[in-house]
């Protein structure tokens, strides 16, 4: 939201640098918690699904933004003493959905404690079938390990 809003109010190029900077952190650190959260909450099964649909997501926004860039371009009045034209606009949608994002996250968005991660995380730990760059050996001890987490949580 902050990198957004140094972009809209750029009162010269440092602050319009600066934005796209902090930008780009902010979105490296958001995709990679993503897909970090998502590889350690899902079962192998379905983890390519997942982080496939996440990444599909993320490439529309790619070849859209442009798009409604262009839509966003032909503004030109001013909202509440705000100047909203060809170059706030875009910003100011983003501010827009960077708030409701942050917002959805905060109500909706409940971090579980995965006990299937945690018995991965033990596997590992101790050393268990330890093979391949730190992952579990075969699919038989993952869904072994599933079905003991699901009875357990039974």
Do not use: C
Request: cysteine-free.
């Amino acid at each position: 939201i902050v990198a957004t809003l140094f972009y809209v109010i750029g009162a010269n190029h440092w602050f319009v640098l600066l934005s796209r900077w902090l930008t780009g952190v902010s979105a490296g650190w958001e995709f990679t918690t993503e897909l970090s959260f998502i590889a350690s909450n899902t079962s192998a099964k379905e983890r390519t699904v997942f982080l496939s649909s996440v990444t599909a997501v993320n490439l529309v926004g790619f070849i859209l933004g442009p798009a409604l860039s262009t839509l966003l371009s032909m503004l030109n009045f001013e909202f509440m003493g705000l100047e909203i034209n060809e170059y706030t606009g875009p910003g100011w949608l983003l501010v827009v959905l960077f708030v409701a994002d942050f917002t959805m996250i905060r109500v909706f968005f409940k971090e579980s404690t995965s006990s299937l991660s945690d018995e991965r995380s033990k596997l590992l730990m101790n050393g268990e079938k330890e093979k391949h760059y730190g992952t579990i050996d075969t699919d038989k001890e993952i869904d072994r390990v599933e079905r003991q987490v699901v009875t357990e949580q039974r």
